[in-house]
């Protein structure tokens, strides 16, 4: 049952419905019947809290140290590089957002320039 | 203390009427026209990529925009098809990868319900969560009156999945390749943008602890053990986090 193995136009639909939305869908409705369960201010939230912002952290990190696509063939020290250098911008001019995402591609494309 | 989280005083206000609810909604629209949505469509750019060199027509590849919408999942999905897996295979790596969507919603749930807010809402709005826009409502639903949160939250998510599905069409049609030094920094500017925002939206200094660990862990347990890599540094991470989260605690009131 591939998604090449019928060969009607609504298979890759049903494919994609059932591969996709309710392998997604599903844990974000289980996070709703959960999360309407705790109160706001109770410690089981901190730990969720603290469980899910490591998680989105590790898809940071592989995204820099893993990434797909043209990034991959740039150099890991010239991204850790950029992301390091970008995120130290971020905390010491104001921790705005937009001052460290210029940083990490200044310091990209610099390197680029300097090492292609 | 970082951990004061503010309470909006205005929970025993009236039922907030049609108009202020669409001006909330509007609000939250223009939100998603923002750094952080211009980012994300640029991430977007690359999927469309992905799904039209894995042989996706426009029509499958827009529809799965909207239907899974987090991007993690759908590259998953793109590589399960490419790779000829069956259905059931396919299902259960993509709900592997999607795991995180659980705690994040968990998270999500008790800053976005007000005092009565359907259920169905609440499961509803759920459908737009992902990296994106869980980052930009853990930062900025604080500042917004509690019972128009939904909306501001329904106007936000909606509009990043409806833009995204044009930007993924468009480019399908349009792009065959980008320049590599362009499609390089376009790449960075995902991480970069959750990077310095996931800091900034952290509510107590656990949540920095969490960050540190779990960017290391991250692609340390992804050589180790990979296909376990991210639920494995969410556990480790927030473990740590949460022990650290009660021990300052516990000095604090020595």
Redesign the interface.
């Known amino acids: ?4 193995a019928l060969d009607t136009w609504w298979w ?2 049903l ?18 019947y ?3 369960r ?4 109770s ?1 089981l ?27 991959a ?2 150099s890991l020290a010239l ?1 850790l590089g ?2 390091a250098g ?2 130290l911008a ?2 010491c001019l104001g ?1 705005k ?2 001052v ?2 210029v940083a ?2 200044v310091i ?2 610099a390197g ?1 320039w300097i090492w292609r | 203390m970082l951990c004061a ?1 503010a ?1 909006p005083a205005d929970d025993a206000s009236p039922i907030p009427d049609f108009s202020i609810r669409r001006l909330w909604y509007l609000r939250g629209v223009r939100a998603a026209f923002s ?2 949505g211009l ?1 994300l469509a640029s991430a977007f750019i ?1 999927f469309a990529g ?1 799904a039209k060199e894995a042989g ?2 426009l029509v ?1 590849t827009v ?2 925009v909207g ?4 991007l ?4 998953v ?1 793109v590589g ?2 490419l790779s ?5 295979a ?3 790596a ?2 592997l990868s ?14 976005m ?1 007000g005092p009565r807010t359907p ?1 169905w809402v ?2 509803f709005l ?2 737009f ?1 992902a ?1 994106t826009s ?2 930009l409502a853990m930062e900025r639903l604080r500042g917004i009156p509690r019972d128009v949160r939904t909306s501001y939250y329904a106007g936000l998510g909606s509009t990043l999945v409806l833009v995204n599905m044009v930007v993924v069409g468009v480019v399908y049609v349009l792009a065959d390749s ?1 320049p ?2 362009v ?3 376009l ?14 939206s ?3 200094r ?2 920095h ?11 340390l ?2 050589l180790v053990v990979p296909g376990f ?3 494995g ?7 740590i ?2 022990a650290f ?2 021990l300052s605690r516990r000095r604090a009131k020595r």
């Open positions: 049952m591939t998604f090449d890759p639909f494919f994609i419905l059932v591969g996709g939305w309710l392998a997604t869908d599903a844990w974000r409705f289980l996070g709703v959960l999360g309407d705790i109160s706001d201010d410690d939230l901190v730990l969720v809290r603290a469980l899910a912002t490591a998680l989105v952290a590790a898809v940071i990190g592989n995204l820099i140290v893993f990434p797909s696509g043209a990034l063939d740039m991204r950029a992301a970008g995120f971020y905390l921790r957002v937009l460290g995402i990490a591609e990209l494309l680029l | 989280s309470m750094v952080p980012i690359g992905l996706l027509t499958q529809f799965m239907m899974v919408w987090a993690p999942a759908k590259v999905l399960a098809i000829g897996t069956s259905l059931p396919a299902a259960f993509v709900a999607s795991i995180r969507l659980a705690p994040m919603v968990v998270a999500l749930v008790p800053e319900r259920r609440l499961y759920s459908h969560v990296v869980w980052v980008l590599p030094v499609s390089a920094a790449f960075l500017l995902t991480p970069m943008y959750f990077l310095t925002s996931l800091w900034g952290a509510r107590e656990a949540g602890v969490a960050m540190a660990i779990g960017l290391v862990l991250g692609p347990l992804h890599d991210l639920l540094a969410g556990l480790i991470g927030g473990s986090a949460f989260h009660l």
